[in-house]
T-cell receptor
Framework: EADIYQTPRYLVIGTGKKITLECSQT?????MYWYQQDPGMELHLIHY???????EKGDLSSESTVSRIRTEHFPLTLESARPSHTSQYLC?????????????FGSGTQLSVL | KNQVEQSPQSLIILEGKNCTLQ??????????LRWYKQDTGRGPVSLTI?????NTKSNGRYTATLDADTKQSSLHITASQLSDSASYIC?????????????FGRGTQLTVWP
């Protein structure tokens, strides 16, 4: 069981609100990621970080921003939520395990913007 | 274009029966192939990771096979249980020592009936 936590699990919010999705891990992993997943569709990488003060945009264009001030925390912020942001957001962290990099996911935040 | 295709899209089986899920990919270069189990409303959990030199890998009742020549993988579930009901996601990486670029399939939604 991975020690990576996301809050809230569910969020229903009105258009135009600013929201922050929290993600924290207690495994000391340097690398962290945010994925977006719609029902029945593949995961898309929207942000990643290789360590403190490192943030990069992923493959999918996103209006969200992230920060990495501490190793354990990787919050994602939407300055002005829109209905198009309705989706599941999955946070993950990874660590080298032999030749491979093992990826651990949180339980996700289901966001609904009305 | 690098892609990961999974079949079938959905599958219903009776408890105790076996089943096989398929994954075809065109990702190149190829580093490793992962199978994840994702329960509804949860994050994906790793089942197996296979590099190009591995043909088969087991994790309890789950057995994954890989044919790097034909770029095909399968996940076989033996003696299915109700708790196996989930989405099974095939993920291909183009690099091993770092996470590289991950290519996600859309998953096979498995339902196990009593």
């Amino acid at each position: 069981e991975a020690d990576i936590y996301q809050t809230p699990r569910y969020l229903v919010i009105g258009t135009g609100k600013k929201i922050t999705l929290e993600c924290s891990q207690t495994m000391g992993h340097d690398k962290m990621y945010w994925y977006q997943q719609d029902p029945g569709m593949e995961l898309h990488l929207i942000h990643y970080s290789y360590g403190v003060n490192s943030t990069e945009k992923g493959d999918l264009s996103s209006e969200s921003t992230v920060s990495r001030i501490r190793t354990e925390h990787f919050p994602l912020t939407l300055e002005s939520a829109r209905p198009s942001h309705t989706s599941q957001y999955l946070c993950a962290s990874s660590v080298r395990d032999g030749f491979n990099e093992k990826l651990f996911f949180g339980s996700g935040t289901q966001l609904s913007v009305l | 274009k690098n892609q990961v295709e999974q079949s079938p899209q959905s599958l219903i089986i009776l408890e105790g029966k076996n089943c096989t899920l398929q994954c075809n990919y065109t990702v190149s270069p190829f580093s490793n192939l992962r199978w994840y189990k994702q329960d509804t409303g949860r994050g994906p959990v790793s089942l197996t990771i296979m590099t190009f030199s591995e043909n088969t890998k087991s994790n309890g009742r789950y057995t994954a096979t890989l044919d790097a020549d034909t770029k095909q993988s399968s996940l076989h579930i033996t003696a299915s249980q109700l708790s196996d009901s989930a989405s099974y996601i095939c993920v291909v990486s183009d690099r091993g020592s770092t996470l590289g670029r991950l290519y996600f399939g859309r998953g096979t939604q498995l339902t196990v009936w009593p």
